[in-house]
């Protein structure tokens, strides 16, 4: 036989036995989903839908400014919850810390299990100035209008805050007795970081020695279209949320006059920088909850993309060459640099003896600060560039294996049976991460099924929610509850 069919013959069997593994692990896939045991809230629709458009009305606005806020319409709120549900009222033992941040307690029977916390905020961000006449109905009115209930906190969170109580008023009124301990956690100031809200809470429950078993937050969502190769909505629960950072890069020289420049400015310098690293970018890398969502959604995918995905390991550079083709995706895997203020100059013929440019940065879990800047200055590689970063890394990552992350994905499951649950990494702040030091696993995941539209009204214009999300969110935060009470004690 000749050297070269010997090579042929030698190449067709490794090519063989390349499908031979891939096409097993295709075949192999197995479902990470548990069974759904379809549940419909049983109440009067009107009045909750009644009683959510009521929240709507008060505009909780948080500042960065703590004086500006207006705390009339944050006690207006206060006492609409105490009147709208009586029942929370009278069974749930309440605490407020620095007057508007709110610690429920509900009593479990069994003091042997830990409890579980409900989190959520009832602060909103403010309204555009010169954007108000782009809703179609007004931000504060709560009008509900073709089966849409619309104004701000719609999605983010109020959303949250009366679909819990909706849902802890509903299993007072049956008479049900949760065993563990059920904490409900509401801030005040989560859009403006949670100090006095989310922090000083998790710092009161830090001195009262209470360990949660877990804490679910806001954050991702049931997401249609998101994952390539998969016809699903995809409910996306967040195990960690990047860090963020604030990189500040700046240089100082001689000024002058316009018509006798150097071969390099203050601000061509710092434009060089940061074309530089918009050019360089942070290495990309499937791993943690970006690889875990993948992990889950593949056995549900159909045709190609399951095989490619089936095969992480031998098609990682497929992949990420994917997924790097767009932003929502791409963030799943480095962290990511967006120039967002350029300060220099003030009079057009004179140089600038000061340039400054601001980079926020998302970053990765398992990424430093010192890192991050590291990073910055081997890459701009100019010593003249002087380099600051500040900010807060990473949260940790909480875990798919216990059964904490299991019963949220089987409570989304019972309310939304077509959708696939699974983990990823959440790229926004949110108040959970002030809880992660008085939680086993603290997990991110807002129960409504939005499209990425939705997602940009969130902070944006005509922020509104379908009548069914609502009461699916309802629906969800009993399950969850209720789900969690099946589990075992302390452990």
């Known amino acids: ?49 009644a009683r959510f458009s009521k929240a709507i ?7 960065q400014d703590y004086s500006q806020f207006s705390y009339s319409e944050f006690d207006g709120f206060l006492d609409f919850l105490k009147e709208s549900y009586p029942l929370v009222d009278e069974h749930l033992h309440l605490d407020k810390v620095n007057e508007y941040g709110l610690i429920y307690r509900w009593q479990g029977s069994e003091e042997t299990k830990k409890p579980i916390g409900l989190t959520a905020h009832y602060d909103v961000v ?73 922090q000083a809470i998790a ?15 806001e954050g991702g969502a049931i997401i249609e279209g998101m994952v390539p190769g998969l016809d699903n909505p995809v409910g996306v629960v967040g195990l960690s949320e990047k860090g963020m950072a604030t990189a500040e890069l700046s240089t100082e020289g001689s000024g002058g006059h316009s018509s006798q420049p150097e071969n390099r400015t203050n601000i061509g310098r710092i434009a060089r920088a940061i074309a530089k690293l918009e050019k360089e970018q942070f290495p990309a890398d499937l791993q943690g909850p970006a690889e875990e969502l993948f992990a889950y959604t593949a056995p549900e995918m159909k045709g190609a993309m399951k095989y490619v995905f089936a095969n992480q390991a031998i098609f990682e550079p497929v992949i990420e060459s994917i997924l790097l083709e767009k932003p929502a995706t791409a963030a799943l895997l480095r962290t990511t640099i967006a120039p967002t203020i350029f300060q220099a100059g003030e009079q057009y013929n004179a140089l600038p003896e000061k340039a400054t ?4 940065l998302r970053v990765m879990p398992g990424e430093s600060l010192e890192d991050v800047r590291t990073f910055i200055e081997k890459t701009i590689d100019d010593d003249l560039v002087q380099v600051n970063v500040t900010g807060n890394e990473a949260s940790p990552v909480s875990s798919i294996d216990s059964w904490h992350f299991k019963a949220v994905q089987q409570a989304a499951r019972n309310v939304y049976p077509e959708a696939v649950i699974a983990p990823y990494l959440m790229f926004a702040g949110s108040d959970a991460r002030h809880y ?10 807002l129960p409504v099924l939005i499209t990425a539209e939705d997602l940009n009204r969130m902070h944006g214009s005509n922020e509104h929610i379908s009548i069914d999300n609502f009461l699916h969110a309802i629906s969800f935060y009993q399950e969850i509850i209720k789900t969690a009470d099946q589990q075992a004690g302390d452990q």
Request: aromatic share 10%.
């Open 1 to 49: 036989m000749r050297k070269w069919e010997i090579l042929l013959l030698g190449l067709t069997g490794l090519f063989v036995l390349f499908l031979i593994v891939t096409g097993f692990k295709f075949v192999a896939l197995t479902s990470k989903q548990p069974a759904a045991h379809p549940v419909k809230i049983d109440l009067t629709e009107e009045d909750a839908v």
């Open 126 to 198: 403010p309204i555009l100035e010169g954007t108000e006449t782009d809703w179609g109905q007004s931000p504060f009115s709560g009008e509900v209008v073709d089966g849409k209930i619309w104004g701000r906190g719609t999605l983010d969170d109020k959303i949250g805050v009366i679909g819990i109580l909706e849902a802890v008023e509903k299993l007072l009124s049956e008479d049900f007795q949760p065993e563990r301990d059920v904490y409900l956690l509401f801030g005040f100031d989560e859009e403006v970081g949670g100090e006095k809200g989310a």
């Open 357 to 360: 440019a601001v980079v926020n």
């Open 436 to 445: 992660d030091r008085i939680a086993d696993n603290t997990y991110r995941f």
């Open 203 to 217: 710092d009161e429950l830090k001195q009262r020695n209470i360990k949660f078993e877990f804490i679910l937050d």
């Open 57 to 63: 009305t008060y505009p909780t606005i948080s500042h």
